[in-house]
């Protein structure tokens, strides 16, 4: 004879079917958990795309101080610095990754200034634009960034 009630631990009948635990989610529970998870993409997203920007200043940085290595042979060779990304042998204007079109913007015979614009969704950094690298005298380089053309208040070249 099979029946629905067993034995229970704590002593007493208890019913068979009442053991079993349900299956699954209930519809409230899922509704809740994409609540949660909804909410944490949309409070980390912003930060995200933040920590990206900062992520690809490197490809500006990286690119200037190639400008800077170009323009020290450049100058070995000729009476004054390159004017001209073009002259240094550069087929184009933009940064190894994309995400900055470079400029040369002072040149003569002592100093040498270049500057990094960001370009597409790098452009929302507006904290680092442009990024900038100017070369002066035998061996004084100063990287600035925003209008301040002699410092980086807003430490877009790591110490």
């Known amino acids: 004879m099979d029946t629905p009630f067993v034995p229970h631990l704590a002593g007493g009948w208890r019913c068979q079917s009442a053991s079993r635990a349900p299956l699954g989610w209930t519809l409230m529970e899922l509704m809740v958990a994409m609540t949660i998870v909804g909410l944490l993409a949309t409070l980390a997203w912003p930060q995200y795309r933040q920590q990206q920007r900062q992520a690809r200043r490197s490809d500006a940085r990286a690119a200037l101080q190639q400008v800077l290595i170009d323009q020290n042979r450049y100058r070995s060779e000729h ?32 100093s040498h200034t270049t500057e990094a614009w960001p370009l597409g969704t790098q452009s929302l950094d507006t904290d680092c634009r442009p990024l900038r690298l100017h070369w002066q005298d035998a061996a004084t380089w ?15 070249w790591p110490q």
């Open 142 to 156: 100063i990287p600035s960034s925003g209008t301040d053309t002699q410092t980086d208040g807003a430490r877009c």
């Open 79 to 110: 009476p004054q610095y390159a004017s001209s990304l073009s002259e240094l042998g550069w087929t184009g204007e933009q940064s190894a990754q994309g995400h900055y079109q470079l400029k040369i913007t002072h040149a003569d015979t002592n």
